[in-house]
Protein backbone atom coordinates (compact mmCIF):
# COMPACT_ATOMS: atom_id res chain seq x y z
CA UNK A 1 0.00 0.00 0.00
CA UNK A 2 1.66 2.80 -0.94
CA UNK A 3 1.48 5.82 1.17
CA UNK A 4 1.16 9.70 -0.15
CA UNK A 5 3.36 10.67 -3.01
CA UNK A 6 4.39 13.80 -3.97
CA UNK A 7 6.29 14.99 -7.45
CA UNK A 8 8.45 16.02 -8.35
CA UNK A 9 10.96 15.85 -5.41
CA UNK A 10 12.65 18.82 -6.31
CA UNK A 11 12.37 22.19 -8.90
CA UNK A 12 13.98 24.84 -9.41
CA UNK A 13 12.55 27.73 -10.84
CA UNK A 14 12.82 31.57 -11.48
CA UNK A 15 10.99 34.57 -10.07
CA UNK A 16 7.57 35.60 -12.05
CA UNK A 17 7.20 31.97 -13.11
CA UNK A 18 4.37 29.18 -12.60
CA UNK A 19 4.50 25.81 -10.68
CA UNK A 20 2.59 22.69 -10.41
CA UNK A 21 3.20 20.39 -7.64
CA UNK A 22 1.57 17.39 -7.70
CA UNK A 23 0.29 14.64 -4.77
CA UNK A 24 -0.96 11.40 -4.89
CA UNK A 25 -3.08 10.30 -1.19
CA UNK A 26 -2.80 7.43 0.14
CA UNK A 27 -5.14 4.35 -0.99
CA UNK A 28 -8.41 5.07 0.91
CA UNK A 29 -8.16 8.75 1.37
CA UNK A 30 -10.06 11.15 -0.08
CA UNK A 31 -8.62 14.70 1.96
CA UNK A 32 -5.44 16.53 0.95
CA UNK A 33 -4.00 19.42 2.42
CA UNK A 34 -0.97 21.09 1.72
CA UNK A 35 1.54 23.13 3.77
CA UNK A 36 3.81 24.99 3.16
CA UNK A 37 7.37 25.09 5.10
CA UNK A 38 10.08 27.65 4.87
CA UNK A 39 13.71 26.74 6.19
CA UNK A 40 14.30 26.62 9.48
CA UNK A 41 9.98 26.95 10.54
CA UNK A 42 7.30 24.85 11.20
CA UNK A 43 4.87 24.20 8.13
CA UNK A 44 1.99 26.35 7.67
CA UNK A 45 -1.83 25.38 6.29
CA UNK A 46 -2.17 26.26 2.52
CA UNK A 47 -5.37 24.97 2.04
CA UNK A 48 -7.41 21.44 2.01
CA UNK A 49 -9.52 19.53 -0.94
CA UNK A 50 -12.05 17.28 -0.31
CA UNK A 51 -14.65 16.29 -2.87
CA UNK A 52 -12.85 18.61 -5.72
CA UNK A 53 -13.74 21.48 -3.79
CA UNK A 54 -11.09 23.59 -1.49
CA UNK A 55 -12.93 23.08 1.67
CA UNK A 56 -10.57 25.93 3.99
CA UNK A 57 -7.81 27.78 3.55
CA UNK A 58 -4.87 29.22 5.54
CA UNK A 59 -3.39 33.03 5.02
CA UNK A 60 -2.27 32.43 1.66
CA UNK A 61 -2.52 34.85 -1.32
CA UNK A 62 -4.64 34.11 -4.44
CA UNK A 63 -1.53 33.42 -6.25
CA UNK A 64 -1.59 29.92 -4.58
CA UNK A 65 -4.67 27.91 -6.00
CA UNK A 66 -5.22 24.05 -6.11
CA UNK A 67 -7.26 21.38 -7.75
CA UNK A 68 -8.27 17.73 -6.68
CA UNK A 69 -9.51 15.54 -8.97
CA UNK A 70 -11.99 12.78 -9.30
CA UNK A 71 -9.26 10.16 -8.23
CA UNK A 72 -8.28 12.47 -5.25
CA UNK A 73 -4.91 13.26 -6.48
CA UNK A 74 -4.22 17.08 -5.92
CA UNK A 75 -2.06 19.83 -7.52
CA UNK A 76 -0.79 22.79 -6.28
CA UNK A 77 0.01 26.17 -8.04
CA UNK A 78 1.46 28.91 -7.57
CA UNK A 79 1.66 31.92 -9.88
CA UNK A 80 3.94 35.08 -10.10
CA UNK A 81 6.95 32.88 -7.80
CA UNK A 82 8.39 35.27 -5.06
CA UNK A 83 12.10 34.56 -3.56
CA UNK A 84 10.16 33.64 -0.45
CA UNK A 85 8.42 30.96 -2.10
CA UNK A 86 11.13 28.90 -1.95
CA UNK A 87 10.25 26.52 0.79
CA UNK A 88 9.40 22.81 1.15
CA UNK A 89 5.56 21.92 0.08
CA UNK A 90 3.82 19.07 2.30
CA UNK A 91 0.91 17.12 0.89
CA UNK A 92 -0.96 15.51 3.39
CA UNK A 93 -3.86 13.14 2.99
CA UNK A 94 -6.68 11.34 5.52
CA UNK A 95 -9.99 9.76 5.18
CA UNK A 96 -12.75 11.21 7.67
CA UNK A 97 -12.20 12.24 10.71
CA UNK A 98 -8.73 10.26 10.94
CA UNK A 99 -5.32 11.05 11.70
CA UNK A 100 -3.01 12.89 8.95
CA UNK A 101 -0.51 11.13 6.60
CA UNK A 102 1.92 13.50 4.77
CA UNK A 103 4.42 13.07 1.74
CA UNK A 104 8.29 13.20 1.55
CA UNK A 105 7.32 16.82 -0.08
CA UNK A 106 8.29 18.84 -3.18
CA UNK A 107 11.24 21.46 -2.58
CA UNK A 108 11.28 24.49 -4.61
CA UNK A 109 13.61 26.73 -5.21
CA UNK A 110 12.87 30.31 -6.76
CA UNK A 111 15.85 32.24 -7.75
CA UNK B 1 -5.09 32.80 17.40
CA UNK B 2 -3.66 29.59 18.46
CA UNK B 3 0.48 29.45 18.69
CA UNK B 4 2.54 26.46 19.15
CA UNK B 5 5.97 27.18 20.54
CA UNK B 6 8.66 24.57 21.10
CA UNK B 7 11.51 24.99 23.68
CA UNK B 8 14.23 24.23 22.91
CA UNK B 9 15.36 24.83 19.40
CA UNK B 10 18.07 23.22 19.18
CA UNK B 11 19.47 20.18 21.91
CA UNK B 12 22.49 18.23 21.89
CA UNK B 13 22.74 15.45 23.85
CA UNK B 14 25.54 12.06 24.50
CA UNK B 15 24.00 8.84 23.47
CA UNK B 16 22.07 7.10 26.21
CA UNK B 17 20.95 10.02 27.71
CA UNK B 18 16.96 10.43 28.66
CA UNK B 19 15.67 14.05 26.96
CA UNK B 20 12.64 15.81 27.63
CA UNK B 21 11.51 18.10 24.69
CA UNK B 22 8.92 20.65 25.41
CA UNK B 23 5.95 21.97 23.33
CA UNK B 24 3.47 24.75 24.50
CA UNK B 25 -0.09 26.22 23.03
CA UNK B 26 -2.32 29.09 23.74
CA UNK B 27 -5.70 28.03 23.12
CA UNK B 28 -6.26 24.84 25.15
CA UNK B 29 -9.11 23.72 22.81
CA UNK B 30 -7.38 21.62 20.67
CA UNK B 31 -8.96 18.39 19.23
CA UNK B 32 -5.44 16.34 19.51
CA UNK B 33 -1.42 17.15 20.08
CA UNK B 34 0.63 15.16 17.53
CA UNK B 35 4.48 14.75 17.32
CA UNK B 36 6.27 14.32 14.59
CA UNK B 37 9.63 13.59 13.52
CA UNK B 38 11.42 15.25 10.13
CA UNK B 39 14.96 13.84 8.88
CA UNK B 40 16.93 16.71 6.83
CA UNK B 41 15.06 17.94 3.80
CA UNK B 42 12.35 15.06 4.11
CA UNK B 43 8.67 14.77 5.30
CA UNK B 44 7.03 13.98 7.99
CA UNK B 45 6.70 11.14 10.16
CA UNK B 46 3.81 10.43 12.71
CA UNK B 47 5.18 9.26 16.25
CA UNK B 48 2.26 10.00 18.89
CA UNK B 49 -0.54 11.20 18.84
CA UNK B 50 -2.56 12.32 21.89
CA UNK B 51 -6.67 12.65 21.83
CA UNK B 52 -7.60 15.89 23.97
CA UNK B 53 -9.47 13.71 26.40
CA UNK B 54 -5.76 11.54 27.01
CA UNK B 55 -2.92 12.46 29.05
CA UNK B 56 -0.23 10.51 27.48
CA UNK B 57 0.83 8.01 24.41
CA UNK B 58 3.75 5.85 24.82
CA UNK B 59 5.73 3.88 21.65
CA UNK B 60 8.51 2.20 22.21
CA UNK B 61 11.28 4.31 24.02
CA UNK B 62 8.90 7.58 23.21
CA UNK B 63 6.33 8.75 25.66
CA UNK B 64 4.42 12.03 25.22
CA UNK B 65 2.20 13.60 28.00
CA UNK B 66 -0.55 16.67 27.59
CA UNK B 67 -1.35 18.74 29.64
CA UNK B 68 -4.68 20.88 28.54
CA UNK B 69 -5.04 22.91 30.82
CA UNK B 70 -1.80 24.11 31.03
CA UNK B 71 -1.21 24.23 27.35
CA UNK B 72 1.90 21.83 27.67
CA UNK B 73 2.95 18.56 26.43
CA UNK B 74 6.64 16.77 26.30
CA UNK B 75 8.12 14.18 24.30
CA UNK B 76 10.49 12.18 26.66
CA UNK B 77 12.79 9.91 24.57
CA UNK B 78 14.45 7.39 27.17
CA UNK B 79 17.79 6.10 26.26
CA UNK B 80 18.88 8.16 22.70
CA UNK B 81 20.27 7.08 20.23
CA UNK B 82 22.31 8.87 16.85
CA UNK B 83 19.45 7.23 14.95
CA UNK B 84 17.31 9.67 17.16
CA UNK B 85 19.26 12.51 16.04
CA UNK B 86 16.45 14.92 13.43
CA UNK B 87 13.92 17.58 14.38
CA UNK B 88 10.96 17.02 16.18
CA UNK B 89 7.90 18.65 15.45
CA UNK B 90 4.89 19.24 17.92
CA UNK B 91 1.57 20.41 16.04
CA UNK B 92 -2.24 20.84 17.09
CA UNK B 93 -5.47 20.40 15.20
CA UNK B 94 -7.96 22.40 16.47
CA UNK B 95 -11.11 21.64 18.71
CA UNK B 96 -13.56 22.98 15.62
CA UNK B 97 -14.75 22.05 12.47
CA UNK B 98 -11.57 23.79 11.56
CA UNK B 99 -9.08 20.43 10.07
CA UNK B 100 -6.06 22.72 10.19
CA UNK B 101 -3.16 21.86 11.85
CA UNK B 102 -1.00 24.39 13.60
CA UNK B 103 2.82 23.74 14.11
CA UNK B 104 5.39 24.40 16.48
CA UNK B 105 9.03 25.43 14.81
CA UNK B 106 10.62 22.50 15.94
CA UNK B 107 13.53 21.05 18.14
CA UNK B 108 16.73 20.06 16.37
CA UNK B 109 18.11 17.06 18.22
CA UNK B 110 21.50 15.58 17.95
CA UNK B 111 22.65 12.96 19.67
CA UNK B 112 26.18 12.92 20.23
CA UNK B 113 27.88 9.61 19.66
Known amino acids: DAGVTQSPTHLIKTRGQQVTLRCSPK?????VSWYQQALGQGPQFIFQYYEEEERQRGNFPDRFSGHQFPNYSSELNVNALLLGDSALYLCASKQGGETQYFGPGTRLLVL | KQEVTQIPAALSVPEGENLVLNCSFT??????LQWFRQDPGKGLTSLLL?????REQTSGRLNASLDKSSGRSTLYIAASQPGDSATYLCAVRLMNRDDKIIFGKGTRLHILP
Open chain 1, 27 to 31: SGHDT
Open chain 2, 50 to 54: IQSSQ
Open chain 2, 27 to 32: DSAIYN
